[in-house]
């Protein structure tokens, strides 16, 4: 079995982010990019089903910075191969454009299946595996937290609201959108990556030119002002712990000691 | 060429979903905007009752087939791309959930019509219809027109409440058959599993106190566990915190988890991604103990501080267990 894991990399939320000149983007400038953390997810599912029926696991990542770190990182989990896309991915790719780059490249791989993060936070245009799915032909499932491998078919575990899980049988190949792998992403130490830089070979396919028709325009782009905003309350440790209990103690939500 | 606005239903064992109203809120402001109708598609199988709360479309469209009755991903988009082929809607609006994710890139392709996701307002600005779409975990806001001739949309929840518009009605169901075939299903519905059983019912709960991935390991989970006995509530948790097993499924809030609507909610480390807030929206009272000040949390919070919840916990645990009570 051949699971093929494609990730993207998203900007890091802890960081601050900017608008660029135009308005209408991130300024990409000092944007730091890390693992979308479902595609971790995702990465994780495809090693729990090596680990239960045998196979190969395939990481593809595109050409950014940040890459080489999340493909070692793969290679020191288990990764049996590591591709990097290159391009230009630095002005940033849609999901259009990053799914039919993806495409050509796993289409050859001739993959079982293939497991992407359920969405990342920066997609304006869909997600990567459901439009993957339409360029390899391949249905797609969404939402999995579980999957089952026998026989040519996988048992898929979808999440609905409210914690209610719909079993679904779905005929490989398939894309998967990953929202949670069985397990939390294992960890992996820093001796253990230094190891897979020295001893893995990460294979480099061109791209070509992107297309990222089938996004609609984004014209404006702003950093949230909200309309409403905490009343922040500022001061020591005491200061603060003194105003939140007065706080609770104003709209009666002390209870009553038991 | 109808040209109408359609919203489609999700229904998900029996039930229209939330999501299909706050979806009706959004089409009815483009289809007034721009003088067309607005239509809810509804597929199931002796489902026709369900078109009853759809009250605020003009009309609602309903395919029966046997192959409907539950969702699937590929019966589903073939029936709606076949109906959308056939009568040229102006936009289709999706929910940005685990049905509507599924589907709305291929209706997309197999009409190509542009696609738009994660939007949460529309408008109609210089008479151009136009959406805005939270990004980045809410930090940042995207704009754009929504192209004509025909466009697809996923909506998330939070720019319109569900229960405005969960009017009876409509004015005429259509009934139609699936123009397109539903055998050779790649993909099959076996049977659901039920949630697991919860020890506490947090929708249920007037004071709760919510753990973020801010709390950093499983230990500290007791920091939060002695505020909220100091409070006389329970402990819940962002979908982080539950993934890593530090609290049970129940306990979640938000998009895969539970609505909550407590009288308090004191939120420590929890950014306010949307997913999580959409959970929330029902509380009386939000307190965000949030060190990053740009944290959308703090934008649906009433109170915050900035202060690192390891630093301001044990005082503020305190000080309510000493604090006289009325
Ligand atoms: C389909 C789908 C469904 C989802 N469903 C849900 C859901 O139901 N519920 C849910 O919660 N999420 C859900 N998510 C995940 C969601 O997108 C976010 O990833 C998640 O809510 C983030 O959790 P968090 O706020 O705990 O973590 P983070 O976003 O990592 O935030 C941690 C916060 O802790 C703060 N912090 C750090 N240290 C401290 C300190 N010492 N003191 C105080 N603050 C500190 C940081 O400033 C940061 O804001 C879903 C995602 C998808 C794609």
Not at chain 2, 183 to 188: A, K, N, Q, Y
Request: glycine share 10%; charged share 20%.
């Amino acid at each position: 079995m051949h699971i093929v894991v494609p990730i993207k990399l998203a900007p890091d939320l802890v960081e601050d982010l900017e608008i660029d000149a135009g308005g209408a983007a991130l300024d990409r400038t000092f944007l730091r990019l890390i693992i979308n953390e479902f595609d971790d997810h995702a990465i994780e599912q495809a090693f729990l089903l090596k680990e239960r029926g045998g196979g190969q696991v395939t990481i593809v990542a595109p050409d950014l910075e940040g890459a080489d770190d999340v493909l070692y990182t793969a290679a020191a989990k288990g990764a049996d191969r590591l591709i990097k896309l290159i391009g230009d991915f630095s002005a940033g790719v849609n999901c259009h454009a990053l799914a039919r780059t993806l495409a050509k490249v796993i289409g050859d791989l001739h993959p079982d299946l293939v497991l992407t993060g359920v969405q990342a936070h920066d997609d304006l245009d869909g997600a990567v595996g459901p439009l993957l799915a339409e360029h390899l032909g391949m249905p797609y499932l969404g939402y999995v937290a579980g999957l089952t491998v026998s026989d040519g078919k996988c048992m898929a575990r979808k999440e609905y609201p409210g914690g209610l899980v719909a079993e679904m049988d779905v005929a490989l190949p398939a894309v998967f959108g990953i929202q949670a792998a069985e397990k939390p992403p294992r960890y992996v130490v820093t001796s253990l990556i230094t190891q897979a830089m020295k001893s893995a070979t990460i294979e480099e396919i061109e791209t070509g030119e992107f297309d990222s028709g089938g996004a609609a325009a984004v014209e404006r782009m702003s950093r949230l002002e909200a309309t409403t905003h905490a009343e922040m309350i500022e001061g020591s440790t005491d200061q603060v712990a003194d105003k939140l209990v007065a706080v609770l103690r104003e709209r009666g939500l002390l209870a009553p000691r038991g | 060429m109808s040209q109408d606005i359609w919203v489609v239903v999700e229904t998900l064992r029996g039930a229209v979903m939330d999501i299909t109203y706050t979806s009706l809120a959004a089409g009815r402001i483009l289809a007034d905007g721009l003088g067309i109708r607005l239509v809810a598609v509804l597929l199931g199988h002796n489902a026709e009752p369900l078109a009853g709360t759809l009250g605020t479309a003009d009309s609602v469209i309903y395919v029966d087939h046997a192959s409907l009755a539950d969702f699937t991903p590929e019966a589903y988009r073939r029936t709606i791309s076949g109906l959308a082929k056939e009568l040229a809607p102006r936009a289709i609006l999706f929910g940005h959930t685990s049905m509507g994710m599924d589907i709305a890139c291929g209706v997309s392709l197999d009409l190509n019509a542009p696609l738009i996701s994660s939007c949460e307002r529309v408008k109609l600005e210089d008479g151009r219809p136009w959406y805005s779409s939270p990004t980045c975990g809410g930090k940042i806001i995207a704009e754009g027109p929504i192209p004509d001739p025909v466009c697809v949309l996923t909506i998330v929840p939070g720019g319109y409440k569900p229960e405005a518009v969960r009017l009876p009605g409509p004015k005429e169901v259509v009934r139609m058959a699936p123009s397109a075939a539903l055998e050779g299903l790649r993909i099959t519905l076996k049977k659901y599993i039920e949630p697991q059983a919860a020890d506490v019912d947090i929708a249920k709960e007037p004071m709760l106190v919510a753990v973020g991935r801010g709390i950093q390991q499983a230990d500290n989970i007791a920091l939060a566990e002695a505020l909220a006995q100091a409070l006389g509530g329970v402990v819940c948790g962002s979908r982080p915190v539950v993934d890593q097993g530090w609290l049970p499924v129940p306990r979640l809030v938000g998009k895969s988890g539970v609505s909550v609507k407590p009288k308090c909610y004191v939120a420590l480390g929890v950014s306010g991604a949307p997913e999580h807030v959409e959970g929330i929206s029902g509380a009386e009272l939000i307190i965000a103990i949030n060190t990053d000040p740009r944290a959308p949390i703090f934008n649906v919070a009433h109170f915050g501080t900035l202060l690192s919840m390891f630093d301001l916990l044990p005082a503020l645990t305190e000080k309510i267990r000493q604090a006289p009570r009325p």
